[in-house]
């Protein structure tokens, strides 16, 4: 199988995971006893103990400090600011809006990629305004009001920015990281510490029954854990910016577990948009690395 194809399947398995903690955390705090900020902080400080032991167990005898452990901490770091932002964002915004506003950062990476020399998807021209216009279809319904908070606005472009960072600068960190099982047990650990450190400012419970528990272990695994890991492998193997327009799947599979898990409609509108994120991810996928193609012409 070729490289380019696993990436895109870790990729999707990363979008299918982020779209089952969108899914879990809108569910969690309407039948339990937590609230976002609760569930924001205890996905991390179960995901990252249970990857270190089963990182004790697959590898018992192996060393578990990284070269370069401080970057790892930071992308952890990095990303429990832009799950933390997005939980403010979406307090001040409409989920709709949030999710138009904050899928801007795959051009971020797209952009900052061009402008590095990184490899970038020759059609990106192409499959990000579709990628886009697909978003809005799929997330805006007609007719109702526009009104974006400025300070929801400016919560919401922090998360973009901490998205696009996360994905340009793991795919640095990763590349030359030996370990990317050990790897994301460190960027899971500085996520957890993060939650840890804000305990003290805006408070945390647990949960108060059996199924509360239930609920947040199975997000902090399928929900937090699994879309991680699949990320940072299918970065190194998608590139940051293929694999950021990949991601875009991700509110596409919220909708549809909408449909499923919470009874709600979808309109054709919705269905149009979706298809349009589909085939935009199909063009991105097909579509050769510029960076790859300029090499080859210097190298006939």
């Known amino acids: 199988m070729k490289q380019r194809t696993v990436g895109f399947i870790l990729m999707s398995l990363a ?10 955390m809108k569910i969690i705090p309407e039948v339990t006893n937590l609230g976002p900020g609760d569930v924001a902080i205890w996905r991390f400080s179960i995901a990252a103990p249970v990857l270190w032991v089963a990182l004790f167990f697959h590898q ?14 930071g992308l952890g770091v990095v990303y429990s600011i832009a799950s933390f932002s997005a939980l403010f964002a979406l307090s001040r915004l409409p989920a709709s809006i949030y999710v138009i506003l904050i899928y801007i950062y795959p051009a971020l990476v797209v952009l900052f990629s061009i402008l590095t020399g990184r490899s970038v998807p020759r059609l990106s021209w192409l499959g990000l305004p579709l990628t886009f216009i697909g978003l809005f279809l799929t997330s805006y319904e007609f007719g109702q009001a526009l009104v974006i908070d400025p300070i929801g606005l400016a919560i919401t472009m922090v998360n973009a920015l901490a998205m696009a960072t996360y994905f340009l ?5 990763f590349k030359s990281t030996h370990d990317r099982l050990l790897g994301t047990g460190w960027v899971l650990t500085g ?11 805006i408070g945390a419970v647990v949960p108060d029954s059996l199924m509360g528990w239930i609920y947040l272990i199975s997000l902090s695994i399928f929900g937090t854990l699994m879309p ?10 998608t590139g940051a ?3 950021s327009v990949i991601i875009t799947l991700q509110p596409v599979l919220a909708v549809i577990f909408a449909l499923i898990f919470l009874n709600e409609t979808l309109s054709l509108q919705q269905w149009i948009g979706g298809s349009m994120v589909v085939m935009a991810i199909f063009v991105i996928q097909k579509s050769r690395d510029r960076k790859r193609r300029q090499r080859q012409a210097s190298n006939p």
């Open 228 to 237: 991680i890991l699949a990320m940072n492998y299918g970065t190194q193997l």
């Open 15 to 24: 979008a299918l995971g982020l779209a089952v903690a969108a899914t879990m």
């Open 60 to 73: 018992p005898s192996e060393r578990y400090i990284p070269e370069k452990p401080f970057l790892l901490l």
């Open 169 to 173: 600068a793991g795919e640095t960190v």
């Open 191 to 201: 996520a957890m510490i993060s939650g840890l450190v804000v305990i003290p400012v």
């Open 241 to 243: 910016a293929r694999g």
